[in-house]
């Protein structure tokens, strides 16, 4: 089972900027599709944005042009950059590792979740 770390939540002002990480155990990242899930208070996980080791990607229509998904395969990291924040942004966001390299295979490991606030 992959474990999974994020960092780089925190507290931003609307129209702002931050850079989450996940830093991934093991040898098979590489292999793995990745994604970052996020759950508002009150509201069901849902999905932000994917990618596959080949680096293929799809974004909720929520965060399009907006939000970046990358990855780092000699890192073993998996990036989210966010940018024109908005209230509405405002979750816990999860790192995920998909079971193969495919998205439909579904989510295998789960990180422990890294918070973010958007507020002035």
């Known amino acids: 089972q992959v474990q999974l770390v994020e960092s780089g939540g925190g507290l931003v002002q609307p129209g702002g900027s931050l850079r989450l990480s996940c830093a991934a155990s093991g040898s098979i990242f590489s292999i793995k599709a990745m994604g970052w899930y996020r759950q508002a208070p009150g509201k069901q996980r849902e999905l932000v944005a994917e990618i596959t080791p080949g680096g293929t990607t799809n974004y909720a229509d929520s965060v399009k042009g907006r939000f970046t998904i990358s990855r780092d395969n000699a890192k073993n990291t998996v990036y989210l950059q966010m940018n024109s924040l908005e209230a509405e942004d405002t979750a816990v966001y999860y790192c995920?590792?998909?079971?193969?390299?495919?998205?439909?295979?579904?989510?295998?490991?789960w990180g422990q979740g890294t918070h973010v606030t958007v507020s002035s």
């Open positions: 995920a590792s998909y079971k193969s390299s495919f998205w439909f295979t579904g989510v295998g490991s």
